[in-house]
């Protein structure tokens, strides 16, 4: 089947996964052992406080007949009206939240998904070039114990070490370059001035590696792996034994192969990054989206969970789309039933 | 008569693991004439491939390529090259045999005069000269065509994309004049539409087409010799005749030397001019091609003529050869064929036969001056050659004592101008 | 099969390419007695040292398991009963419970009931009423036995029984902690009372772990000397896939790394008891409930001190004066390997039975996973189409929401059902965990599933009537077994890794249930203090865990895969054959 056709079915498969989660979260919403009106409201015996708790019954939508919900609740989530937060930040509307908190979040996982690619895959294409050699060897073993060790046991090892860093490192770290602090949500309206873009950078930049150490061991394991199988493919030979010099037999066709099962690899991590954001926000104290989950959640601000679930689950359907693209233009052969 | 463009001398390519160590080739030799196409038959297992790697320098940790061995190329305009690049390598030899060591070009015909020597007649020694003249043989003057021909080409990148990249390395072209070569090249090779299929990636070709996709890559680098490493094993019978076609028509046009390496003799029986047989790393038998398929000497050699359908005479079973080939660990202290050989006797177990000539009539134990395994010679090497000489003189002969168990190896050294095999035990 | 350059060669010496024994055990155990009988001597002695700690687990299992029988039979008793939606979707499921068993009974017996009355129906058909017979006879003899009082005789029986096994549990084992006692108080003349020989109870404590894990050494070499014997005497074939599988193992440097750490893990977890300075119910569960004896300076005189208010005297808070560090005595002569957490209570402790805690979560979540990834995969792959298209569509959506989040949902809605009270929260940890990590096992079966689907043999059992069910039971799922091991293995760290994260977060295990995250969480401020041992060592122990099960897995999945042997030597062979020419 061509290309297109191959596309248009991952699209469209996409459809029953959205409605599945959709139904999921409104199975959540409506049926938990957690009453959202009461978490709202509070269970007081008064009068006034039980005619709060029918209104809030009724404007959820949680005295109407179920189907009728559910239809209302789709409805809703696939034209995008999100509803807005009831205990968390009462009444602001979630499409803000996500605006705010979300462009937070887009900065950290950004750093995170760059770092390892950039740090990560260079080491495992050395250690695949060079395999069985002591560097090899020390590269893999750090690899292996970046990508084991609990990203919240990092988080605050970093932020200790970072704290201390004058007697440990010998230079203090908050006044290095910019002055910046350690803890708390980087300031983004300034991005586009170099002062800005070098403050925000600098304090994204220790969250950043802790949360990408799990992604940076396995893409650096996977880009080690895929060199030492390219390196003894049989067209390497044949390129080499019809004379391409060595220089160009690595970077030319190598490295391209290998290039190809990196793809998915990063986009897998892309999307197991959203759920780690939590941790690190909750440390580092970024007033991200997963802070914002983890504090809704804690309070249980019913709408507001149940609509951010959605969106994250929008997200991973998109990644998962866009890995496809990707891979498809990688790699000529996707889409054919080859040999 | 005149030099062969490549000549292997004792070739000794051996594989080291911690657990044991591999001998693929033993001590083979054999030489290819200029427009000749050498046929290299064996089972799997014999050495072949290890032997055409060998050749292109292709054998990486943990093998690696004794440094006795000699990969001899001859043509002229190249030892001329590398003769002015590198004066202090090379050797001017008239009438000695010995060169000294460090020397890996010699001269044999020639006028010495540093940077503007003239070489008309001499060699390059592949395997003692430094990788970057190695690298300069590697396609320009020999170039390969691998078995399974899809994983011989890059996935990723179209086919034209390669052909034009060793166009671009090899003869200088790029743009539009690469194009339109790689273009010619594939038609030549008779790929119908080349334009569009220079833009396509090697999984849309099919299996004969991508042989001969494979056939035009190793093309356009414009070698002299093509090493074929079973280039028609997975290909139907259809196709497989087209390809050899094909191959017939290239040599013909463009004056390659072939060196063709298969396990099925009947296609040998085809395209090659002469032939070498391979066993457990050693070369048995040495014959042009006629010669060998009318007369042929070593017992494996029959064996492998016999067991063809066909060829055979009638009779309800094939007749196979009992067994399968060792994997050689040890330097050869007795004939490798023999558990399997019906003809064996018992020195055969004891003795490691030489390659002896046993052209026609006469199975003489003269010498000749080439190394032997020339072309148009034909050698065997077994227990049974000379047939003019008696057991025991033939035993003592191949470096035996005409009775029993030791050889003596050191009398056995290079007096009989060749092939005998080193006298380390292991590596 | 035998990739070995070796093997041609021994064909060409003797024909046959393994030995077969075909007589029966016994006879071949005759033939050669005394391996067999010092094998099971030492077995005997293992066994006989630790008898009382094995009865007292066969008790604690059989408890649990009559307690969670009684308990679901009266639950589903009174929601069957009390009626409305809820009543009778139990009901129905009782129903269905019993037609399943019916089902079971029928398939398992091969007896059926209704050949013998009629030929019309088809063979599916023919099951699946044969299953409703047989699940009625079962309901109507179970209620009728529960009627007759059956119930009360099983109970005097269990009674009998338990009272047998308490006996013997009773028994003195090698690696208890009384055996070698380690707690004790030192007077002034620096003696100490109570402790092992008059050691001081680090050394003490240092005996007896060197006691244990030598035990447990000591019982692995000798299973495994016992299987090398067999192997060599009375097995029946030469040579099985098995032992290659073995062989690469027994390379793989990585691999051993892996099982050591496993090795210590499993130990720690499962004598955790033995283990730990002191017992959980002591230290971490009732500190006021017990009390320490120790020697008071300022007395001079030996007293006794709840636990409780000892354990707020050895806070460790950062800074010098209170502060206890790893490998330190306390003022009332406990010794702490690990040091103290920030409520004092003892921290190694408090990490040796966290191992149980994780490692009971993680099996409990992979099991499930696993059982419900290869019962799906083995349907998706052998139905394929709609169920695949199904299963697929639900698994990714399953895979869509992000893990931890998914955790941190579930955890905080379903934190006031009884559910969340088993384990204080590790249950339904372990449930939620098997139900978004099934469709990952799920997806990695699906591949080589498919694969052995579309072989032909399965085709061929098709062909002669064999069940679904039947096919994927024999065919199928041997093939699996591998991949299951290996992927689950790999999977359990991340498990740990979920759990440790989510106790750190506040949300898992909930005190005083240990949790190596939630230690982690403790000792979060004091990271860079005096006391950071809090923090650092349950971080440490879990990487390497990880570490461990990873390197496992890996090590699994390289000497199953044949293909794997072309590692190191073969591949290298395969290049002097040039390639397979």
């Known amino acids: ?59 959820l939508g949680l005295s109407q007949p179920v189907l009728d919900h559910y239809r209302a609740y789709m409805v809703d989530l696939f034209t995008l009206d999100l509803g807005q937060s009831w205990v968390v930040s009462q009444g602001t509307p979630v499409t803000e939240l996500l605006n705010t908190y979300g462009l937070r979040t887009l900065w950290l996982t950004f750093w995170a998904v760059l770092i390892p690619i950039f740090v990560g895959i260079p080491l495992g294409v050395y250690a695949g070039l060079h395999a069985n ?27 200790a070490v970072l704290s201390q860093s004058k007697s440990l490192l010998g230079f203090d770290w908050s006044g290095f370059i910019v002055d910046t602090s350690l803890i708390g949500t980087p300031d983004l309206t300034n991005l586009t001035t170099v002062d800005g873009f070098l ?4 304090r994204i930049l220790p969250p950043a590696i802790v949360l990408g150490s799990a992604s940076m061991g396995s893409e650096l394991r996977i880009a080690r792996t895929a060199v030492l199988e390219t390196i003894n493919a049989d067209y390497v030979e044949n390129a080499k034994a019809n004379g391409v010099p060595d220089r160009r037999v690595v970077w030319k066709h190598v490295l391209r192969n290998a290039l190809v099962p990196l793809v998915p690899t990063v986009t897998n991590e892309a999307f197991l990054l959203i759920g780690g954001s939590v941790i690190v926000e909750v440390v580092f104290g970024i007033h991200g989206i997963g802070w914002l989950f983890f504090q809704a959640a804690l309070n249980a601000d019913m709408p507001l969970v149940t609509a951010l679930v959605f969106v994250f689950i929008v997200v991973v359907v998109f990644i998962n789309i866009l890995q496809d693209v990707l891979y498809a233009l990688i790699d000529p052969r996707v889409g054919y039933d080859a040999r | 008569m005149s030099d062969p463009l490549l000549s292997v001398e004792n070739l000794r390519t051996t594989f080291h693991t911690d657990q044991e160590t591999i001998r693929a080739v033993d001590g083979a030799s054999f030489s290819v004439a200029p427009t000749e196409t050498l046929g290299i038959v064996g089972e799997s297992g014999s050495g072949k491939s290890v032997t055409a790697r060998s050749i292109l320098g292709l054998v990486e940790k943990p093998g690696r390529v004794h440094p006795d061995s000699a990969i001899r190329y001859h043509d002229p305009a190249f030892v001329q090259r590398i003769a002015r690049a590198h004066p202090d390598a090379t050797f001017w030899d008239d009438a000695v045999d ?44 020999i170039a390969m065509v691998s078995q399974d021909a899809l994983s011989s080409l890059n996935p990723v990148y179209t086919v034209g994309n390669q052909i034009e990249e060793l166009l671009g390395i090899h003869r200088g072209l790029s743009g539009r004049e690469a194009t339109e070569t790689a273009e010619e090249l594939l038609r030549n090779v008779g790929i119908p539409d080349p334009e569009r299929r220079l833009r396509e990636y090697p999984h849309q070709f099919s299996g004969g087409m991508q042989q001969r996709a494979v056939i035009a890559l190793a093309l356009a680098c414009d070698p002299s010799v093509l090493v074929c490493d079973e280039p028609t094993t997975a290909l139907d019978v259809t196709i497989q005749a087209q390809v050899l076609d094909l191959l017939a028509r290239l040599k013909r046009e463009q004056d390659l030397s072939v060196v063709f390496i298969t396990h099925d003799i009947g296609v040998i029986a085809q395209v090659a001019d002469s032939v070498a047989v391979m066993y457990a790393g050693e070369v048995v038998e040495r014959a042009p091609v006629d010669r060998l398929f009318d007369a042929p000497k070593h017992p494996y050699t029959r064996g492998l003529l016999r067991s063809i359908p066909g060829l055979a005479t009638t009779g309800d079973r094939l007749p196979t050869i009992e067994g399968s080939v060792p994997t050689p660990n040890e330097a050869a202290t007795s004939c490798r064929f023999a558990p399997r050989c019906p003809e064996a006797f018992d020195a055969c177990h004891e003795v490691h036969p ?74 | 099969m035998a990739g070995h350059t070796h093997s041609t060669d021994d064909r060409t010496r003797d024909e046959q390419p393994h030995a077969r024994d075909d007589r029966p055990l016994s006879a071949r155990v005759a033939e050669t007695p005394r391996p067999a009988a010092i094998w099971l001597l030492g077995a005997a002695a293992l066994l006989a040292v630790e008898l009382g700690d094995i009865a007292g687990a066969v008790l604690s299992l059989g408890g649990m398991a009559v307690g969670a029988v009684a308990f679901s039979y009266s639950g589903t008793l009174s929601v069957a009963t009390g009626g409305g939606t809820v009543g009778l979707v139990a009901l129905a499921g009782v129903v269905v419970g019993f037609f399943v068993v019916g089902l079971g009974v029928a398939t398992w017996t091969r007896v059926r009931a209704l050949d013998r009355v009629t030929d019309r129906f088809s063979f599916r058909t023919r099951q699946l009423l044969d299953g409703v017979v047989f699940g009625a006879a079962v309901a109507l003899a179970t209620w009728v036995g529960v009627t007759a009082g059956v119930v009360e005789v099983l109970a005097a029986v269990g009674g009998v029984v338990q009272g047998l096994f308490r006996a013997v549990a009773d028994l003195p084992t090698l690696t208890a902690r009384e055996t070698i006692p380690n707690r004790g108080y030192q007077t002034p003349d620096g003696t100490w009372h109570g402790t092992f020989l008059g050691l001081a109870p680090a050394y003490a404590w240092a005996v007896r ?35 290659d599988v073995v062989r690469r193992l027994r390379s793989h440097r990585w691999g051993q790394f892996g099982m050591v750490v496993t090795f210590l893990f499993l130990t720690l977890a499962v004598f955790a008891p033995s283990l730990a300075t002191t017992t959980a119910q002591q230290n971490l569960y009732e500190p006021f409930s017990h009390s320490v004896t120790h020697y008071d300076a300022a007395t001079d005189s030996v007293r006794e001190t709840l636990v409780g208010t000892a354990n707020l005297q050895t806070q460790s808070e950062g800074y010098a004066g209170a502060n206890f ?58 139905y394929r189409g709609l169920v695949d298209l199904v299963l697929v569509v639900v698994g990714d959506t399953i895979m869509g929401v992000p893990r931890l989040l998914m955790l941190i949902l579930l955890t905080v809605i379903l934190s006031d059902t009884w559910i969340a009270g088993l384990y204080n929260g590790g249950i339904l940890l372990a449930l939620i965990l098997a139900g978004t990590g099934w469709p990952f096992l799920w997806r990695s079966f699906r591949g080589p599933t498919l694969q052995i689907a579309e072989e032909e043999w399965v085709d061929a059992a098709r062909s002669y009537g064999q069940s679904a069910t039947g096919i994927m039971r024999l065919h199928m799922l041997p093939y699996l077994v591998g991949y299951l091991l290996i992927y689950s293995s790999l999977i359990l760290g991340g498990v740990i890794l979920a759990v440790a994260g989510l106790s750190f977060l506040g949300f898992g295990i909930t005190a005083p249930t240990p949790e190596w995250g939630r230690a982690v969480n403790l000792g ?5 203090s005096a006391s950071w041992h809090i923090s650092l060592i349950p971080g440490v122990m879990i990487t390497l865990v990880v570490m461990g099960f990873n390197a496992m897995g890996d090590a699994l999945r390289d000497a199953v895969d044949p293909k794997s042997d072309d590692g190191s030597a073969s591949s290298t062979e395969a290049d002097a054959r040039g390639g397979g020419a």
């Open chain 1, 1 to 59: 089947m061509s290309r297109v056709r191959y596309f248009g079915r991952r699209i469209l498969l996409s459809i029953p996964v959205l409605v599945l989660g959709g139904t999921f979260t409104f199975m959540v919403f409506r049926f938990s052992p957690v009453d959202p009106a009461a978490a709202i409201v509070g269970t007081a015996a008064t009068e006034e406080g039980v005619a709060e708790y029918n209104r809030v019954r009724a404007e």
């Open chain 1, 133 to 159: 050699t002591k560097v090899d060897y020390a590269v893999s073993v750090f690899g292996i114990v970046w990508r084991a060790m609990p990203n919240f046991w990092l988080a605050i090892i970093l932020l």
């Open chain 1, 199 to 202: 403050e925000a950078t600098k």
């Open chain 2, 98 to 141: 010995d060169e000294p060591d460090e020397a890996f070009v010699t001269v044999h015909e020639g006028e010495q005069s540093g940077e503007k020597a003239v070489v008309e007649r001499g060699s390059v020694d592949l395997v003692s000269a430094p990788d970057s003249v190695a690298r300069q043989v590697r396609g320009s003057e």
């Open chain 2, 354 to 427: 030489d390659a002896v000539r046993v052209d026609g009539d006469r199975d003489s134990s003269a010498d000749g001056d080439e190394p032997a395994g020339a072309s148009g010679e034909h050698t065997a090497a077994c227990l049974l050659y000379p047939s003019s000489l008696s057991t025991g003189e033939r035993v003592e002969r191949h470096g035996g004592d005409g009775r029993s168990g030791r050889t003596d190896r050191s009398s056995s050294a290079r007096a009989d101008g060749g092939t005998a095999t080193d006298s380390e035990v292991s590596e």
């Open chain 3, 209 to 243: 772990v060197v006691v244990v894990y030598g035990y447990v050494a000591a019982a692995l070499v000798w299973t495994w000397m016992g299987y090398l014997w067999y192997r060599a005497h009375y097995r029946r074939v030469d040579w099985t896939p098995r032992d």
């Open chain 3, 325 to 382: 560090g790893p490998m330190s005595y306390d003022q009332y002569d406990r010794f702490h390997p690990a040091g103290t957490l920030t409520n004092g209570k003892d921290l190694w402790t408090f990490l040796a039975y966290g191992a149980r805690v994780s490692l009971v979560i993680g099996l409990l979540s992979i099991g499930v996973s696993a059982v419900l990834a290869t019962v799906f995969s083995l349907f998706s792959a052998y």
């Open chain 3, 524 to 528: 979060r401020e004091y990271v860079a």
